[in-house]
């Protein structure tokens, strides 16, 4: 056998040094990949081993009400809501803290008694309901709160006292008004002629006045017989006695409803009425208008706003390096809010929600504003926040409040936008 040349062996030496270079790659290739399975597996047994230890115990979920959330892991939050008719008393949010347990105290939801404000005129019993109630009215009184009295009516005869005058030799005699006979036993009677008209707050007699023309001259005061309690009051708002009848009158800024007993509002800004400078918005309230002209906040630490709607601003590009504003709202939005005085409590007047949420959880809060101390924050659901009215409020008013939704992922804030709410309180309750 012939011996290799120089060449010849240079590439059987090449050659086998590529074989070689080759299985050590995928000596590696495999070594490196099955370290990789290793650590998988590493990680996933620790984390088996150390999941009880990084969960919070399960919580109760209220009667009448819902938790929203699933997670029990340290550092996150459920949220309960209650449902219609029932109030949330204890802790809204309750967050898995580091020591495996729970932050707040458990909550309950407890039923609204709509009989607190003892609804129910003229001794009447209340009976509460689901968001309602019932009066139970005593004998002589009815309406939905027990405010109008029942009249009777009868067709039996009556009588009044004649008229008599002494002659000069001792005698007498008497006569009766139209419509009256004189009777056996020296007594008028007349037949009664009349009938009882009934409305939802009032009644009244309408007489037959042909029968008995001096009882025309009698005017009852209804204004002044019904309009001063308000579980008989025949007026939402004002009365005027007239000759036999009454008429309702109504505040500048409304006007009589078809029934000539309520008022109702006048919309200014619809009909044109308002005196708006160019530029303004009008906003119709209960019994006028307002005008006014949202603005976007001036540039501020590298934070400027471009107003895209007539009630929205939305945040320019922020720079790269600047931190303070990518922390600012990237929009603020204007809302106004008509209100009638003294409005029944707890009440929701607005609500927030967003419609791109890509975050895990959602904050909301009250950050400012004039008047706050009336108002609240609560969830509705995962994904909506609500302003709640906590008491009443006397007109006229205005109330400011400003209000933040934070959305948030593992903790990190992506983004916030702020609602600038203005409440006009009118002057009455209508």
């Known amino acids: 056998q012939e011996c290799l040349n120089r060449q010849q062996a240079l590439s059987v030496v090449r050659q086998m040094q590529k074989l070689l270079v080759a299985q050590e790659a995928a000596h590696l290739q495999g070594t490196r990949g099955l370290r990789h399975q290793l650590s998988i597996l590493q990680n996933h047994l620790q984390r088996l081993s150390t999941k009880r230890n990084e969960m919070c115990p399960q919580l109760a979920v209220p009667l009448n009400g819902r938790m929203l959330g699933r997670s029990l892991r340290v550092g996150h939050e459920v949220h309960f809501v209650c449902d219609a008719g029932f109030r949330l008393v ?6 898995c803290r580091h020591n495996r347990t729970w932050s707040g105290t458990q909550p309950f939801c407890r039923s609204i008694d709509d009989c607190s404000s003892n609804p129910c005129a003229n001794s009447g019993t209340c009976v509460d309901g689901n968001q309602s109630y019932t009066c139970l009215c005593p004998p002589g009184w009815s309406g939905p709160s027990c405010q109008s009295p029942i009249y009777s009516c009868s067709n039996t005869s009556f009588s009044r006292q004649p008229r008599c005058a002494e002659g000069r030799s001792g005698s007498r005699r008497c006569s009766c008004d139209t419509g009256f006979q004189l009777q056996p036993g ?3 009677q007349g037949k009664r002629g009349a009938k009882m008209m009934e409305g939802e707050n009032k009644a ?9 023309p001096t009882l025309s001259t009698l ?3 209804e204004c002044q017989l019904y309009q001063s309690s308000p579980q008989t009051q025949i007026c939402l708002h004002d009365c005027l006695n007239l000759p036999g009848s009454y008429r309702c009158l109504c505040p500048s800024g409304y006007l009589l409803h078809a029934d000539r007993n309520a008022c109702e509002d006048v919309n200014e800004c619809a009909g044109k009425q308002h005196n708006c400078s160019q530029g ?5 309230t209960f019994g006028s208008h307002r005008c006014v002209r949202p603005k976007c906040p001036p540039p501020r630490h590298n934070t400027s706003y471009v107003k895209t709607s007539a009630f929205q601003c939305e945040r320019n590009p922020c720079p790269m390096d600047s931190r303070a504003c990518h922390l ?7 809302h106004y809010l008509p209100l009638q005085a003294n409005r029944t409590v707890p009440r929701v007047l607005f609500k927030m929600s967003t419609t791109r949420f890509v975050g895990d959880s959602l904050r909301f809060a ?5 008047g706050q101390a009336v108002f609240a924050v609560r969830r509705s659901d995962r994904q909506t926040g609500e302003l709640l009215l906590t008491s009443p409020v006397a007109g006229p008013a205005t109330l400011e409040v400003e209000l933040e939704m934070s959305e948030f992922s593992h903790k990190v804030l992506l983004g916030k936008h702020i609602f600038k709410v203005t409440v006009f309180v009118s002057p009455y309750v209508f």
């Open 90 to 95: 204890g802790s809204e949010t309750r967050a």
């Open 186 to 188: 020296g007594v008028c």
């Open 204 to 212: 009244w007699w309408q007489w037959d006045l042909w029968l008995f």
């Open 219 to 221: 005017d009852v005061d």
């Open 280 to 284: 303004d918005l009008c906003i119709n």
């Open 328 to 334: 600012a709202a990237s929009s603020i939005s204007f």
């Open 366 to 370: 009250i950050t400012g504003g004039r």
